[in-house]
């Protein structure tokens, strides 16, 4: 089939399908999502003890404290393993451009959050940095310094 448009012209109905099928392929590739895969399973917008809130999508990890939000942009999680590897956005007061590995798990019935790295050159260094200790979440685990996680709260 050969395409050809005149100018000022607009595509027809299948034309704009194929466009439009190809727009979500290339999306779909490039944040490495198949229409296969599940789902993150923390999607939500959330209340951390700290005062912050967290704003968890299918591309973003937002937390915002303040009026200054950091985003971490996806680059893929395993929900049976419970992480995510994220890039942080460029315009974060901290680590902009590095890499960030976030570990959850549910413990009590209540979701918590591990930020296991977050200044890594690589997404590939993120991911190997080493699993934090779900075993109790509110006495430590957290970190190389075993810090305690932070508490999820739906809102």
């Not at 971490?72 to 590897?85: A, D, K, R, T």
């Not at 007061?93 to 959850?104: A, C, K, M, Q, V």
């Not at 190997?128 to 957290?142: S, V």
Request: aromatic residues 12%.
């Amino acid at each position: 089939m050969k395409l050809t448009l005149k100018k000022g012209s607009r595509p027809d109905g299948r034309i704009r399908l194929i466009l439009a099928g190809l727009a979500l392929l290339m999306m779909l590739v490039a944040t490495g999502c198949s229409s296969d895969d599940p789902p993150l399973s923390i999607i939500g917008n959330y209340t951390d003890p700290w005062g912050g809130t967290h704003e968890i999508t299918a591309l973003t990890w937002t937390a915002t404290y303040g009026t200054s939000p950091s985003v971490y942009h996806i680059q893929y999680y395993l929900n049976e393993s419970e992480y995510l590897v994220a890039q942080n956005d460029s315009l974060n007061t901290f680590n902009p451009d590095l890499f960030s590995r976030f570990d959850w798990t549910t413990f009590g019935g209540s979701l918590y959050y591990c930020q296991s790295a977050y200044d890594k050159l690589t997404a590939g260094e993120a991911n190997a940095e080493a699993t934090a200790d779900r075993t109790d979440p509110t006495a430590g685990g957290c970190g190389v310094s075993s810090f305690t996680w932070d508490l999820l709260t739906p809102f």
